[in-house]
């Protein structure tokens, strides 16, 4: 599990999670998350749940969530 809620993060680029193919948790909550980059998320194999509630999002790119084969559950919830 990693929780990176309340962390001023205003964009997800490419790459960024790399290497953390095990995580099954990831909070981004409460941050200013504009902009989430085509296949942000690819790396995260084994990701079952995913909270980007209460950010900035404005739209989704078709691909962000590419490789997210076995998400169970996914907050977007209070974003713009």
Not at 46 to 63: G, H, T, V
Not at 64 to 71: A, D, R
Request: a negative charge.
């Amino acid at each position: 599990e990693l929780n990176l809620s309340t962390n001023h993060l205003y964009e997800l680029t490419s790459g960024a999670f790399m290497g953390l193919v095990s995580l099954q948790k990831l909070h981004l909550t409460y941050n200013e998350i504009g902009i989430l980059a085509p296949g942000v998320f690819s790396n995260l194999a084994s990701l079952l749940e995913l909270d980007l509630s209460n950010n900035e999002i404005r739209f989704l790119i078709a691909d962000v969530f590419i490789g997210l084969n076995v998400l169970q559950s996914l907050d977007i919830s209070n974003n713009r």
